[in-house]
């Protein structure tokens, strides 16, 4: 999520270059696209996740949407109409969607009993202190030229997709209650 944050704070930015004066109505229209479709998937996913009683169902989702998620950046530097982007604000969405839920899921199943706010706050400090670490970098880069702005949102989709393959590293780990907690309901 870290490395989306820093491209949805610089993506409205980057569409100026390429898509012009109509930017402001092209990037809420895509916003608009992304919520939707966001918003109407997360209960059918929920529902697949929730009646298999293993995590891996969770952790296979949660990679396939991470892929997702990452896809559509690599595209950016071929952007040239709003068609595009709103195509693109679909595969996110899709792939937004295949996160939100496992990803919540997983979180909250291993949290430490009696720890889960500093747990979850934990999370959250890494994430924005690195965030804003990256993001000033990516800023002082992508703004010497539009070829490093390209590169840099190339870049952040390919690292948005390798989340993925960390996440599917979770699986290595036996002693995730996750893990445990799938293996006791199985029949």
């Excluded at 209960?43 to 949660?62: A, C, G």
């Excluded at 949290?111 to 990256?134: H, T, W």
Aim: overall charge positive; proline content about 3%; aromatic content about 14%.
């Amino acid at each position: 999520w870290g490395f989306y944050l820093i491209i949805a704070t610089l993506s409205g930015i980057y569409l100026e270059g390429k898509l012009g004066e109509d930017i402001v109505k092209i990037v809420g229209i895509g916003g608009a696209i992304y919520y939707v479709i966001r918003g109407l998937l997360q209960i059918p996913i929920s529902k697949v996740l929730d009646r298999m009683k293993s995590d891996r169902d969770e952790i296979t989702v949660l990679t396939f949407g991470c892929m997702l998620m990452g896809l559509p950046f690599l595209f950016y530097p071929a952007i040239s109409s709003a068609w595009q982007y709103y195509l693109l604000q679909i595969i996110f969405s899709f792939g937004v969607a295949m996160n939100l839920n496992p990803w919540r899921k997983l979180f909250a199943t291993n949290l430490q009993s009696g720890s889960e706010a500093r747990e979850y706050a934990v999370y959250d400090m890494i994430n924005s202190l690195f965030v804003a670490l990256a993001i000033f970098f990516v800023g002082q880069i992508a703004n010497i030229s539009q070829f490093y702005f390209d590169l840099m949102m190339v870049t952040l989709g390919i690292l948005v997709m390798t989340g993925g393959l960390w996440a599917s590293l979770v699986l290595t780990d036996k002693k995730r209650k996750s893990a445990k907690l799938g293996h006791k309901n199985l029949p």
